[in-house]
């Protein structure tokens, strides 16, 4: 069993930046972030796997940027050009190997909060 918690949640205004980390434990072939606005349902915006592949839901593509440490025990998702829209409860999470390309995680942490201010 993967066990991940997050940090790094706050407050930005619209354009800014913040990064999010993740400190996993144990073993999986795929990591990535999900979030969810209120109301919503927990959907999946970016996926690295173990070879170190990436993917992205378009509504973050070429704003956001999943990354691990050398030993794939920490991930992290540098956020840049915040949108009011990107406001939600952030989580990372594991998907085994064929549900990496689709952002399908079935796994994730608690969460940390991303408030952006217009």
């Known amino acids: 069993q993967v066990h991940l918690v997050e940090s790094g949640g706050g407050t930005a205004q619209a354009g800014g930046s913040l990064r999010l980390s993740c400190k996993v434990s144990?073993?999986?072939?795929?990591m990535g972030w999900l979030r969810q606005v209120e109301g919503k349902e927990r959907e999946g915006i970016a996926a690295?796997?173990?070879?170190?592949?990436?993917g992205y839901d378009d509504s973050v593509k070429g704003r956001f940027t999943i990354s691990t440490d050398s030993t794939k025990s920490t991930l992290y998702l540098q956020m840049d050009s915040l949108k009011p829209e990107d406001t939600a409860m952030y989580f990372c999470?594991?998907?085994?190997?064929?549900?990496?390309?689709?952002?399908?995680?079935?796994?994730w942490g608690k969460g940390t909060q991303v408030t952006v201010s217009s």
């Open positions: 690295i796997d173990f070879n170190g592949a990436t």
């Open positions: 999470g594991v998907a085994a190997g064929s549900f990496c390309p689709k952002l399908d995680f079935h796994d």
């Open positions: 144990g073993d999986t072939t795929c």
